[in-house]
């Protein structure tokens, strides 16, 4: 279906993984169109309750722009960010599943910004992150402008935009970047760990929560007061809902459908 990333469902867990091991999974056209129809697809699919990205190999997750595909190339950088950079983006933070991010390698540019873009990161602690982009002269894409600064806030992130230096696995935890640190050898056990954990709970209630968190980024306390009425006169509604308060009285583990 695929020649640049592996894609596989199973267990409600989607995982999508950047498949150009020897060129560090670095972005050309081909991988970053395949990545967002395969994003897409996760979206969709009911079957689907949470979704994970990763990189083939243990060097990088994603070391962004494949620069040897495009040296010498004319070509327009503002339509490539708005074909390829953008709707990859918006894929994961629109999408309403949670998103993890499996931070297996260096994480650079928009491979950066994937990781940020995520509701979740875990890390191996060999791993990396780079906002490389003003080393060859450009400017932060993928999001990193959005995210970067509500993260860290405004100062730190104009350091680390502009100084475009490596950012360890554990620097990366200190500053909120990713959310857990492990050792390589446990990166799997425990992005599946996290993974299950996301597939078990209640699809909807889930989903509503994540729309709520990105909106909160540009809304007023009273807008969130009205969405958080609205939001849980929706899930009250739901199936659900009603299941979780049957298993919390029987004192059993729910089983949540997303109806």
């Known amino acids: 279906m695929y020649n640049t990333i592996l ?3 199973a267990e409600g867990i989607a995982t999508v993984t950047l498949n150009r091991p020897e060129r560090y999974n670095a972005l050309n056209n081909e991988l970053s169109f395949e990545l967002i129809d395969a994003l897409k697809k996760c979206d969709k699919d009911s079957a689907v309750r949470v979704v994970v990205v990763t990189g083939a190999g243990d060097k990088a997750f994603c070391s962004g722009q494949d620069l040897k595909d495009v040296a010498g190339v004319e070509r ?7 074909r390829r950079y953008n709707p990859m983006t918006r894929a994961i933070v629109n999408m309403e599943k949670p998103v993890i991010a499996r931070v297996n390698g260096v994480a650079a540019g928009a ?11 875990i890390a191996a602690d060999t791993s990396s992150l780079l906002f490389a982009f003003v080393n060859i002269g450009l400017v932060l894409d993928s999001g990193s402008s959005y995210t970067l600064p509500r993260i860290v806030g405004r100062k730190k992130a104009f350091e680390l ?14 500053l909120g970047l990713v959310t857990r640190v492990v050792p390589f050898s446990e990166l799997d056990s425990v992005t599946r760990e996290w993974a299950v954990r996301y597939a078990e709970k209640a699809p909807k209630s889930l989903a509503l929560i994540k729309r709520m968190l990105n909106r909160s980024h540009h809304s007023s306390l009273e807008q969130m007061l009205e969405m958080e009425m609205y939001c849980q006169e929706i899930a009250g509604a739901s199936g659900d809902y009603v299941e979780g308060v049957m298993a919390f009285t029987q004192k059993r583990k729910p089983n949540f459908t997303g109806k």
């Not at 327009?76 to 708005?82: A, Y």
């Not at 491979?111 to 990161?121: F, P, Q």
């Not at 935009?161 to 200190?174: H, N, P, R, V």
């Open 7 to 9: 894609f596989e469902v």
């Open 76 to 82: 327009s950088l503002g339509e490539s960010v708005n």
């Open 161 to 174: 935009a502009t100084l475009g230096e490596k950012i360890s696995a554990q620097q990366a935890l200190e």
């Open 111 to 121: 491979g950066a910004g994937i990781v940020l873009a995520a509701d979740i990161a």
